[in-house]
C-alpha cells in the first residue's frame, strides 16, 4: 500500500521528529510505498494569497474560493500546491505527525491544507455543491491518522481535563478536514507530556506508535456520521430522533 506522511516540527531531533522517522521505520519494514512531505523542510508556503493563482487578473478582487476552482480545473496552480494534491490522490494513506500547539495543529500544516484543498479538489467535488462531503469526496477510500504530542499530561485531555478532550480540540481536523472530503479517521494517538519523557517512555510511545502503524489498514475508523446516511435529512442538521440526548461535538459520531 502507498502512505504519505505530513510531518510539521521545525527540529529533526524532536520527538515529532523521532516519532516521524520511527514511522518510516515501521512502515517500510511492512511493506508499503512512502512519500514524505516534511513541510518545515520544504519551507512550505502557509499562506493563501494572490501569488497561488498565477492566472488570477490583478484587476479584480481576489475571490480564493473561485479562484482556486479554477487554477485547479485550469491546471493553473501553483507548482506546490498541485504536487501534493498529486501525493493525496497517490497515497492509500496519510499519516500525520505534529505537535499539539495553542489547542490546534501548528500554523503551517494548517497553511498546507488551505492551500491544497482548493475549491472542486476536497470541496465542491465533482458539482460544485456540498453534495459529496462528510464521507464521501475525492479522498474516499483512504485512511488518515493522526499522530500528535502535547505539551500536558493525559489527565489534561481526559473527559474532564482543564484542556478538553483531544478527540474535540481535533475536530476541526478530525471531522472537518479528514473526513470532509471523504477519508476514514482512525482515532487519534496522541503522546503526552512530551517535554517530560525519559527514554522509558519514549521506547513505550515508540513501540506503542508502531503497534498503531501495524493496524493502519485494518484498525476500525471513528464512527463519524455521514452526511448522506440518512442522518442529516437536508445535509445540514442531524434529524430529531438521531441521538436526541446529545448535541455539540459527539452528536455527529455515531
Known sequence: MKVLIVYAHPTPSSLNGTLKDHALKILKEEGHELQVSDLYLMKWKAVVDAED?????????????????????????????????????????IVFQFPLWWYGVPAILKGWIERVYAYRFAYGYKDGTNAYRFGEGILSGKRAFVSVTTGGSEADYGPRGINGPLDQLLFPLTHGALFYPGMEVLPIFAVHAAMFLDEA??????????????????????????????????????????????????????
Open 53 to 93: 493563482f498565477p492566472s488570477h487578473s490583478d484587476s479584480s478582487p481576489l475571490n480564493v474560493v473561485f479562484a482556486s476552482g479554477e487554477a485547479y480545473t485550469t491546471g493553473t496552480q501553483a507548482k506546490d500546491v498541485a504536487v501534493e494534491q498529486e501525493k493525496l490522490l497517490w497515497a492509500d494513506a
Open 201 to 254: 517512555g519514549l521506547c513505550a510511545a515508540k513501540s506503542a506508535l508502531g503497534e498503531r502503524l501495524k493496524r493502519l489498514f485494518i484498525e476500525e475508523p471513528t464512527r463519524f456520521r455521514r452526511q448522506n446516511g440518512g442522518d442529516y435529512p437536508d445535509r445540514h442538521t442531524l434529524a430529531d430522533h438521531i441521538a436526541p440526548e446529545i448535541s455539540g461535538l459527539p452528536a455527529h459520531v455515531a
